[in-house]
């Protein structure tokens, strides 16, 4: 998965990982894409989490031969990527 994902998002799943308690195995729910371009994807999944439905949206970028996972948002985003996403104060 290394090269599959872009370093911040590597950085940002190591730290969620522990973060999203879940009892049974998580189940993929709906998942819905959108080509942006050729060679760019927006993808955002429903994923079942025992009682809960979670969150899930990225942004997959086609570099030379495979997909590149480059942005990665969560409904439990905090650090450096919810931050970089915010828009600037007033």
């Known amino acids: 998965m ?3 994902l872009a ?3 590597r950085e940002e ?3 969620l ?3 999203v308690p879940c009892g049974i195995a998580p189940r993929l729910g709906r998942v ?3 080509a942006l371009a050729p060679a760019s994807l927006e993808v955002s999944a429903v994923i079942a989490c025992d009682r809960r439905a979670r969150a899930f949206a990225f942004r997959a970028r086609r570099r030379a031969d495979r997909w590149v996972c480059t942005h990665l948002e969560t409904d439990r985003m905090h650090g450096s ?3 970089s996403r915010q828009s600037p104060r007033r």
Do not use: N, T
């Open 32 to 34: 819905f894409h959108q």
């Open 13 to 15: 799943l190591r730290r």
């Open 81 to 83: 990527l919810a931050r």
């Open 17 to 19: 990982r522990a973060s």
């Open 2 to 4: 290394r090269d599959q």
């Open 7 to 9: 370093v911040p998002v």
